[in-house]
């Protein structure tokens, strides 16, 4: 079940790999908090669910999904 779609995808994209990108830069204090935001962002990208998302019952996700009919 997905529950992040289109836009959503590509902005935690963009963000979690700026936040990846720019956690080489930081101190080794807010390195991990850094590295598990960015990761956070790119992983519900990558996979099209947020947990959160369920929690809230938000679907940016367009796609409607028809089960099979045998």
């Known amino acids: 079940m997905k529950n ?3 836009k959503e995808r590509a ?3 963009m963000f ?3 936040v990846v ?3 080489f830069f930081a101190t080794v204090h ?3 908090v850094f590295l598990i935001v960015g990761l956070w962002g790119v ?3 990558a996979f099209g669910y947020c947990p959160f ?3 809230l019952n938000r679907n940016s ?3 409607d999904i028809q089960p099979v009919q045998a």
């Open 4 to 6: 992040v779609g289109g």
């Open 11 to 13: 902005a935690r994209a």
């Open 16 to 18: 979690g790999s700026g």
């Open 21 to 23: 990108l720019f956690d």
């Open 30 to 32: 807010i390195e991990v």
């Open 43 to 45: 992983l519900t990208s």
């Open 53 to 55: 998302n369920g929690l």
């Open 61 to 63: 996700c367009t796609i």
